[in-house]
């Protein structure tokens, strides 16, 4: 017989039953999905039938817990992890200057590899199933390889944005950046769990010329160009001063504005920017935390979701925000938009929850990326509404089990796919050492 497809007999999958399950016309309460060969091969409400509990081979209870997809944090930069705390009391251009670029430069590859394996791990506790990580430290393959080996392991899906900049200070040339992303193709590149993105820095550091090449490198693959927009007015006048043109302009007029651009921070736009992104189907990225810790200004997330602007959270590197913790990201977006606006009604917890899911249900054929997210604590209980809980109660660390592609990475809490307190008092060494080499103690 068959069930959904899922034929009797076959190996068995994981069946998650009991919780509240997220479906495409909202939750089942309760619900039970079935995973198998990395895809949602059945879901339904109520209790699972019988014959799909004879099938499985592990059955996990999600009672007192919601069942969801995983969630996207579309923004972060993994060698920030080395510099946590390091945000306070600096303008962003100055902040980098001072701090962020000389760390930058001190990484060696095995830090580097460190800094990826904590922030992956991180993330993973978060329930994040797919991380975007625009790739900064890019001073010879090894350290973006080592970055791409720990997605491997740790096993979560990831966009790698190889970042550069050729204009400005320590410019790459163009055609090592480019024979660079070349090779990252070549060697890496795997659609839908590891994919290589075009990262330019940002509208004041990169050229017409390698930003249209490299732009339309990363088309060749149907990758996307991810680069920092706007972020504070001073950025601003420095893309006008350069180019005579206000970012999200400037990126049109040089055919680099489309739907595979995703346009990281967005917070000082002109009406007709914010109009322009909406026709070019490009993505904003949003990251309120990070914006907030560098005091750097309320992005017009409202306008954006009223234009239909397809908008994502991310938390942005550890050294501003400084964490990775997707649900705080989501919950600073829910109050800024409001106390922005004076304005209560903007992002309802079910429209805020689509910033993080990007709008993914439980559903046959879907791939089999699911978290548990326990509900069942004092921050939340009664639940009254499973998107509010969501949305204004969940920290990551409610996070109880995740799955990527049927693999179970995490489940209660504990981490399956390497030594985490190993992993930590590494990184902690690693720390001690790197802050030595830079005189800082
Ligand atoms: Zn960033």
Redesign the pocket.
């Known amino acids: 017989m068959s069930i959904g497809g899922v034929e009797r007999g076959s190996a068995g999958g994981i069946l998650i039953r009991d919780g509240a399950v997220l479906a495409p016309e909202g939750w089942w309460k309760p619900g039970y999905v079935y995973l198998e060969q990395g895809k949602v091969r059945a879901a339904g409400a109520g209790d699972p039938p019988p014959a799909l509990v004879e099938v499985a081979g592990r059955v996990l209870s999600a009672r007192g817990k919601a069942v969801l997809p995983g969630v996207i944090n579309a ?3 993994f060698s920030q992890v080395l510099m946590r705390g390091l945000a306070g009391g600096r303008p962003l251009v100055q902040w980098l200057k001072e701090l962020i670029w000389p760390l930058q430069s001190a990484l060696t590859p095995e830090e580097m590899r460190l800094a990826a394996l904590v922030g992956l791990v991180e993330n993973l506790h978060c329930g994040v199933t797919h991380v975007v990580q ?1 790739h900064k430290v890019v001073r010879g393959p090894a350290f973006t390889d080592a970055v791409c080996r720990a997605a491997q392991t740790v096993g979560l899906r990831m966009t790698l944005a190889r970042s550069w900049a050729d204009m400005g200070a320590n410019p790459e040339p163009a055609d090592a950046i480019l024979d660079d992303l070349r090779r990252l193709y070549r060697e890496w590149h795997q659609p839908g769990r590891l994919e290589i993105a075009n990262g330019p820095i940002s509208t004041w550091r990169c050229s017409v010329d390698t930003m249209q090449k490299t732009h339309a490198l990363a088309g060749e693959f149907g990758a996307p160009t991810h680069i ?1 927009v706007a ?1 504070t007015q001073e950025e601003v006048e420095m893309t006008l001063e350069l180019f005579g043109r206000r970012p999200v302009d400037w990126l049109e007029s040089i055919g680099v504005l489309d739907q595979r651009t995703q346009v ?2 967005a917070v000082w736009l002109e009406e007709g920017e914010k109009q322009r992104l909406a026709e070019r189907g490009a993505t904003v990225v949003h ?1 309120p935390v ?1 914006n907030m810790v560098l005091g750097s200004g309320i992005a017009p997330v409202a306008d954006f979701l009223r234009k239909g602007v397809r908008v994502l959270l ?1 938390t ?2 550890p050294a ?1 925000n400084d964490t990775q913790d997707i649900w705080e990201t989501l919950k600073a977006a829910v109050g800024l938009a409001r106390v922005a606006n004076l304005d209560p009604t903007l992002l309802p917890p079910a429209q805020a929850l689509r910033l993080i899911t990007g709008g993914r249900t439980v559903q046959e054929g879907a791939p089999a990326d699911i978290i548990l997210v326990n509900l069942r604590h004092a921050r939340a209980v009664p639940v009254h509404d499973l998107d509010s809980a969501l949305t204004l109660c969940t920290h990551g660390s409610d996070v109880d089990t995740v799955i990527v592609d049927g693999r179970i990475l995490m489940e209660e809490s504990r981490v399956l796919v390497i030594d985490e307190p190993a992993l930590l008092e590494e990184a902690e060494s690693a720390l001690r050492h790197l802050r030595r080499r830079l005189g800082w103690e």
């Open positions: 923004h972060t930069h625009h920092h972020e990281v921070h990251c990070s991310g942005d590197g501003s």
